[in-house]
């Protein structure tokens, strides 16, 4: 849906190191989201962009920075990955509109050791 | 955004009907009832969304009670692959500041 890709879809790191997770999108939307989801958590926002250059954070946001220098992509940073950012990450778009229907990328699986 | 209460887990069996209930007791009058489902490992889906009205699309039926304090979500015919956990979330429009707050969902069996 929305043509909303997620690079890599698998990753497994060492704690300490740099990981720059990818969101692509084909639809133009303006709006994009970085998600998490771990066993009896649910889905949790990490951050969000409201335009390029426009970011803001969510509820798990420690940890994390986003940058979104093109409407097309938004890219989820981990500067320094711990064990406890292990978890499936799911990027979202929408735009504004009568539906305002939020549509999710397939996910990427990062482990960190 | 109000919270919202679902059950755990839900049985359906397959070709019937399959109900699922959502009360959200604090609701206001410009947040909307979304409904999204979550197969096994893959993202998320948009089902359905309303705000007042009872809504039907090809996928499922929405029907609010008239205090919008509850609503359900209806799979009219349920197959196999309707297994999934479905959530329902409560939003004001995302121009007004709105996200989606995932709860923990129902989780819906369809046996055959």
């Known amino acids: 849906d929305a043509g909303i890709t997620q690079s890599p879809r698998h990753k497994v790191t060492e704690t300490g190191t740099p990981v720059t997770l990818r969101c692509h999108q084909t639809e133009n939307h303006r709006y994009m989201y970085w998600y998490r989801q771990d066993p009896g958590h649910g889905l949790r926002l990490i951050h969000y962009?409201?335009?390029?250059?426009?970011?803001d954070k969510g509820e798990v946001s420690d940890g994390y920075s986003v940058s979104r220098s093109k409407t097309e992509d938004f890219l989820l940073t981990l500067e320094s990955a711990t064990s406890s950012q292990t978890s499936v990450y799911f990027c979202a778009t929408h735009d504004l509109g009568a539906q305002e229907t939020q549509y999710f990328g397939p996910g990427t699986r990062l482990l960190v050791l | 955004d109000a919270k919202t209460t679902q059950p755990t887990s839900m049985d359906c069996a397959e070709g019937r009907a399959a109900n699922l209930p959502c009360n959200h007791s604090t609701i206001s009058g410009n947040e909307y009832v979304y409904w999204y489902r979550q197969i096994h490992s893959q993202g998320p889906q948009y089902i359905i969304h309303?705000?007042?009205n009872n809504e039907t699309n090809e996928m499922a039926s929405l029907i609010i009670t008239e205090d919008r304090k509850s609503s359900t979500l209806i799979l009219p015919h349920a197959t196999l692959r309707d297994t999934a956990v479905y959530y329902c979330i409560v939003r004001v429009p995302y121009n007004q500041g709105g996200k989606l707050i995932f709860g923990q969902g129902t989780e819906l069996s369809v046996k055959p």
């Open positions: 309303g705000l007042k």
């Open positions: 962009s409201y335009g390029v250059k426009d970011t």
